[in-house]
């Protein structure tokens, strides 16, 4: 491995294999998707459908998140309530047979 200010490179028997920009700051870290195996590409791309989930329907803990990876909820879409009420009215709104 070499590490400049700049940039994490990583050598193996004497060929470089990987290289990518250092993030600033004490502590911080990124990560290249490319570098990272298959499982956990896939990993973080069902984290990240568990966590608009959570999102989408309001529950934003850790309980949460582990509770729709774990029912395997991050493979469906999240149920919207409909809206309620009176359409609202104004000038500014055009409608959908503007766009047809």
């Known amino acids: 491995m070499r590490l400049t200010p700049q940039t994490v490179e990583i050598f193996l028997r004497g060929e470089r294999i990987a290289a990518h920009q ?5 502590h911080r870290h990124t990560t ?3 570098h990272m ?3 956990h590409r896939l990993y973080a791309d069902c984290l990240e459908a568990a966590a608009t989930r959570a999102f989408e329907i309001g529950t934003l803990s ?3 998140v582990r509770s729709i990876l774990d029912n ?6 999240a149920h919207t309530r409909p ?5 609202i009215l104004h000038p500014n709104i055009r409608g959908p047979r503007y766009y047809h």
């Open 22 to 26: 250092r993030a600033s700051g004490n």
């Open 32 to 34: 290249v998707a490319e």
């Open 37 to 39: 195996p298959s499982s």
């Open 62 to 64: 850790y309980g949460s």
């Open 72 to 77: 395997k909820l991050d493979r469906q879409a």
């Open 83 to 87: 809206v309620n009420g009176a359409p």
